[in-house]
């Protein structure tokens, strides 16, 4: 891996493109901007790879639009964008492309389009709906309230049907529970294809398809990367250039798209579809299965699976065999002649459940067959999961080891990629990343010089099995925030390190004088659900401060009324981490209660650490810090959205001071200016609030 000493240089071309989109949108030309614009466009002239961290407030979406619009105008060829989360993708449909279109018309000699992707069970199934099809209820999470509200919203399901233009999920509001529109939608498996449907012509899905299919710029999220990545089918259409933003984000989708289940209810699920399709001797047997694999799961403890228990392999084969019986009993989904659509419909979710089930049996049968453990493709593990009922129920999950060589095949190979994010340089470099992407990296990882600084590139080169060399570079822009002077990191070293019991009264003192100073305006990170609870009721019994906690209300009103009242804090855990925009007065204070680290019995994270220890490398390093890295950085991220924001990042986890692994997360976190001092950082708040 080579080092480079500044981003690209930036055409005149495309500098006059991004005034024009800048100018359209109201802002300013910031100098991260015009740099990423330019190694943007750079990648996509040369075919090179480009990871590109972008601090908050550089503007990264023009930096990628305008040099991705240009080359989809040019060429003729779609660009897709993808995104982690709703609001993105809400941002570039509604707000950034609307506008940016127009401006770009004259320019560019045409007014680019653009269209919005998701996958099939976001849209109402008009089959499903005309109908009358609905899914048998979960008998696991049956609740006779949840069924009358389940009728009525299916029935505003239903109303919304004839109104909707678009039959969006998203477009709908208010929105409804995922059981009720379960009940108006299928899955890509589920549906009857456009040439089975009597009602392809009008079909949501199809037209969102056709539209995308002859658009300049194609907006989808990670989970449709991963399915289009996975099928033999092609789903998103023809491009050659993917822009991935929250690409921090796309390994944990890409592996929750492949990771396949079984249960006892999922399979008496699949029977009771396949009941009226097949003879009640093959409803039976599967029904047989599901009691045979209940049996199997609530013998066992919870815990990852390094090789199939004594008689899981047998009972697994029985089940294996049972499902694709009935499956065969079925038949194709519409038979030579036959015109009744809600019986290929039924047909349809009937194979699509058991040939799921049977695939999952499969993979877990074989995930053992490599004897090393760290070169198996798959992880295994038994879950244990709550119910609303106050039971738990057992699941049997399976997920990959590794995404990397997957997107290495799939999205690497057949386009250039940029990957984008506020957060992407771990440790002082893009390595930690690019390794779980399946990019590939030179050695050690590489501490690029100047990484805060906006000058960092790092290029990789490899030769993969195609014999064709696969480049990569990546840049940090920075940002337009100047930390040193607008923020504070308080690392509270003389605290106790957290442990398992609980919040200690240490740390619940420390933050309730945190509070005091800061006069509320306070956002509450904590590692788990319960440590956030009990952290609210303990504070409210000391302190008069208005305290939400999520789980209270939605999270969109608790942060709405949070931004609303200066006074008030706002206690949660995982999506506010990274789904919190509260910029101004109304949040000064960011605490963070422990170094984010997965669970220690974290199955998956588990076994990726000892395949990086069987690899020679670091498994606590490689897995648990580069995680507990990105989410500091996301976390400590909240604090500054606007250049004028000032504030103080308290993470009440002595460890960052005093353990061996403490500077590498440091290194991962904006370049605050840092004090261990109590005193300083209280006195700091209040001149702050006064």
């Known amino acids: 891996m080579t080092a480079e000493t500044s981003p690209a240089p930036i055409s005149a071309a495309t500098t006059d493109l991004l005034a024009a989109a800048v100018q359209a949108l109201g802002g300013q030309t910031r100098d991260g901007q015009v740099r990423m ?13 480009l990871a590109v961290q972008a601090g908050t407030g550089t503007g990264k979406s023009l930096a990628y639009l305008v040099p991705a619009i240009a080359h989809a105008c ?10 982690a989360t709703i609001a993105l993708q809400r941002q570039l449909i509604e707000r950034d492309l609307p506008r940016l279109a127009p401006a770009l018309a004259d320019p560019l000699g045409s007014e680019p389009s653009f269209a919005i992707l998701k996958g099939r069970s976001n849209y109402l199934c008009l089959n499903k709906i005309h109908g009358g099809l609905a899914d048998e209820p979960d008998t696991e999470l049956f609740d006779a309230f949840e069924m009358s509200r389940t009728g009525r919203e299916v029935t505003r399901l239903r109303e919304w049907c004839s109104d909707t233009e678009t039959g969006d999920r998203d477009d709908l509001s208010p929105g409804v529970s995922d059981r009720s529109w379960r009940q108006v939608s299928v899955s890509a498996r589920e549906c009857l294809g456009a040439a089975n449907c009597s009602f392809s012509d009008d079909c949501f899905a199809e037209r969102a398809r056709d539209l995308a299919a002859h658009s300049d710029v194609v907006v989808t999220n990670h989970a449709m990367l991963a399915i289009d990545a996975l099928s033999p089918a092609q789903i998103l259409p023809e491009h050659d250039v993917v822009i991935i933003d929250e690409a921090h984000e796309l390994t944990d989708r890409i592996t929750s798209v492949a990771t396949d289940e079984l249960s006892a209810a999922s399979v008496t699920l699949a029977a009771r579809r396949a009941a009226k399709l ?10 047989g299965g599901a009691e045979l694999l209940e049996r199997l799961l609530e013998d066992s403890t919870p815990r990852l699976l390094t090789s199939l228990p004594n008689g899981w392999d047998s009972a697994l084969a029985s089940l294996r065999d049972r499902l694709w019986r009935a499956r065969s009993g079925i038949g194709p989904v519409r ?3 036959d015109t009744d659509g809600d019986a290929a419909a039924a047909r349809s979710a009937a194979i699509t459940s058991l040939e799921e089930l049977h695939d999952a049996a499969v993979r877990v049968l074989t995930a053992f067959d490599e004897p090393d453990a760290a070169k198996r493709r798959d992880v295994v593990w038994l879950a244990e999961e709550p119910l609303k009922s106050g039971s738990v129920r057992r699941v049997l999950r399976i997920a990959p080891l590794s995404v990397g060589g997957l997107l290495r095949a799939s999205l690497f190979a ?20 690019a390794t779980t992407w399946g990019l590939p990296v030179a050695g050690n990882q590489a501490r690029d010089e100047a990484a805060t600084t906006g000058d960092v590139t790092a290029t990789g080169k490899a030769v993969p099995a195609d014999d064709e060399v696969l480049r990569w570079r990546g840049v940090d822009v920075g940002s337009p925030f100047d930390y040193p002077r607008s923020a504070i990191l308080y690392v509270a070293k003389h605290l106790p390190p957290p442990g398992r019991g609980g919040l200690s009264d240490e740390m619940l003192a420390e933050l309730e004088k945190l509070m005091a100073a800061a006069r509320g305006r306070t956002l509450g990170l904590f590692s788990s659900m319960r440590a956030a609870r009990e952290a609210a009721e303990a504070l409210r019994e000391r302190t008069d401060t208005p305290i939400l906690c999520q789980g209270e209300d939605s999270t969109s009103t608790l942060v709405r009324r949070f931004s609303e009242d200066p006074a008030t804090c706002l206690f ?29 019995d974290d199955p998956l994270a588990s076994a990726r650490a000892r395949a990086a220890e069987a690899a020679g490398g670091n498994g606590f390093m490689a897995v648990s810090a580069n995680h507990a890295a990105l989410l500091l950085a996301q976390g400590a991220g909240r604090l500054l959205r606007s250049t004028t924001d000032r504030g103080v990042v308290a993470v009440l986890d002595s460890r960052l001071a005093t353990a061996r692994y403490g500077n590498y997360l440091l290194t991962s976190l904006p370049p605050f200016w840092k004090t261990t001092d109590t005193a300083t950082v209280l006195a700091a708040l209040d001149r702050l609030t006064a």
């Open 278 to 287: 097949v003879d009640e001797e093959l409803v039976d047997d599967v029904l």
């Open 572 to 600: 949660g855990t995982l999506s506010l981490w990274q789904g919190v925009d509260v910029p101004g007065d109304s949040l000064s204070l960011v605490v963070i209660d422990r170094i984010p680290f997965p669970r220690p």
């Open 74 to 83: 040019e060429s003729g060829k779609t660009v897709v964008v993808s995104t």
């Open 37 to 49: 614009c330019g190694a943007v466009a750079h990648a996509i002239d040369t075919g090179e790879h």
């Open 414 to 433: 057949d386009a250039t990629v940029v990957l984008t994010s506020a957060t992407l340089v771990v440790g002082g470099s893009f390595d930690a990343l």
């Open 335 to 337: 038979a030579s002649g």
